[in-house]
């Protein structure tokens, strides 16, 4: 196994950027394939806590190269700014490569994103309002402007300045709102380009020529399963597409190619935003689960909904990711909970439901069906390297994953370090 994705397998927020930094150590390549900085990852190395929106979690590995795909949409102020955190921080960014094929967010796109949740009111998506749907809508509408753009300046300009106005008719006509300033977006971000454009580059022939010499290839998945275009719970999800489906549109590499899906899953649920949640806790418990698990979001910090485990979903990411394994995060969360529970089925108007609808008012109708589990000791996870000596009723509760979804459980993360990380299976072949 030589091409592997790694992807949430709920509504995001899994874990993923600990378990992709674990992985990045045995890859040659680290990819970003989809979404842009309304991405949060948490990676923690010994005592250093680091927070990443757009590089990818290999860019701790100096000797990793790290892709932003063409999948991708990439404010230039951002990714400058992460740069800088990065760099400051001693963390070099010379192995980063993006896309000339990918989108750039501009600030029309931002004030566009603002301007669309404020005028729905009660019925807002719950964005992060930093211009990811705009950018993707221009680039569907075929108006966007990409990084290879940026080699032509006065061309690049032109365009520039064409989109400035057109966007500002909207904002001023359509939503009542003050007009951009043309010039100082110009100088402005044609100064940021001018920065990054020593990092853009063919993206796609790089990966695929690497592929080719049997390198390793790590691709990192951002959001969730949950939260994609056309699977997710529409219309409370992402603009783009986090599934192992979305690794082929959003690098450039035969969809053949890619060899195993790793699913994220952590050991409960959260969501951030509007829409159904079955499994939601609204009482002590939920309140005990968000701040044990510090569940706040890391790009917004706003509280995660949490809730119990649900089986429906896994069953259903796992199929539609093709699933080959599932790492399980935030075991350590549940420790010191008495009973704990998982959702194995839901009831839909007198029936017992298995598969997850597509529909929010059919979705907000269904009651999950539980199964209760034994819990551990919080204590009782300290010290522990290898999976066998997990608690005996933990190793219940991930067994009872792999029952529900046909995957096996492969790694197990008891604490946010890369040292609490139990790993069952070597996944890339040596």
């Known amino acids: 196994m030589n091409t592997l994705v790694i992807l949430g397998a709920q509504w995001g927020d899994e874990g993923k950027g600990k378990i992709t930094d674990y992985l990045a150590e045995k890859s040659d390549m680290v990819v970003r394939y989809q979404g842009g900085d309304n991405a949060g990852h948490t990676v923690e190395i010994g005592d250093n806590q680091y927070k990443l929106h757009l590089i990818p979690s290999g860019i701790f590995n100096k000797d990793k190269i790290c892709i932003l795909g063409n999948g991708l949409v990439i404010n230039p102020k951002s990714l400058l700014d992460e740069i800088k955190y990065l760099t400051d921080r001693g963390i070099s960014t010379d192995n980063l490569r993006i896309s000339d094929r990918a989108h750039i967010i501009l600030p029309y796109h931002i004030e566009l994103d603002r301007l669309q949740e404020e005028k729905k009111g009660k019925n807002k ?15 569907v509408e075929r108006v ?24 500002n008719e909207i904002i001023e006509k359509l939503y009542n709102g003050k007009p951009l300033d043309e010039d100082n977006i110009v ?10 454009k020593k990092y853009v580059v063919d993206t796609t022939a790089l990966l695929n020529d690497s592929i080719e010499k049997g390198n390793k290839i790590l691709f990192e998945g951002a959001q969730g399963t949950l939260l994609d275009l056309d699977f997710g719970t529409y219309p409370y999800l992402t603009s783009s597409h986090p599934i192992s489906g979305g690794v082929s549109i959003g690098s450039g590499i035969n969809p ?15 969501r951030v935003g509007r829409g159904p949640f079955p ?3 609204h009482d002590k418990t939920g309140d005990a689960i968000r701040e044990k698990g510090h569940e706040f979001g890391t790009t917004t910090g706003r509280p995660r909904r949490c809730g ?5 979903m896994l069953r259903y990411s796992a199929r539609i990711n093709g699933l080959t394994s599932i790492a399980v995060t935030r075991l350590d969360t549940l420790g010191g909970f008495d009973k704990l529970k998982i959702c194995t089925g839901y009831e839909l108007d007198g029936k017992v439901v298995k598969d997850f609808p597509a529909s929010l008012e059919t979705l907000a109708k269904c009651k999950p069906i539980y199964e209760e589990f034994d819990g551990w000791k919080e204590e009782d996870m300290k010290d522990i390297t290898k999976y066998e000596d997990l608690p005996e009723n933990a190793k219940k509760y991930v067994e009872k994953i792999e029952e529900m979804t046909g995957v096996n459980v492969d790694v197990a993360s008891i ?8 790993i069952r299976t070597e996944f890339f072949s040596s």
């Open 279 to 281: 499994t939601e806790l």
């Open 144 to 167: 966007g402007l990409r990084m290879c753009d940026i080699f032509y300046k006065e061309t690049f300009e032109e365009r520039l300045r064409e989109n400035i106005r057109n966007k």
């Open 187 to 196: 100088k402005e971000y044609m100064g940021y380009l001018d920065e990054i």
């Open 256 to 270: 053949l190619k890619l060899d195993g899906a790793i699913g994220i899953v952590k050991a409960y649920t959260t």
């Open 308 to 312: 119990w485990l649900d089986g429906v």
């Open 125 to 139: 998506i719950g964005t992060t309002v930093k211009g990811i749907g705009p950018c993707y809508k221009d680039k």
């Open 415 to 422: 604490g946010p370090k890369r040292s609490e990380t139990l």
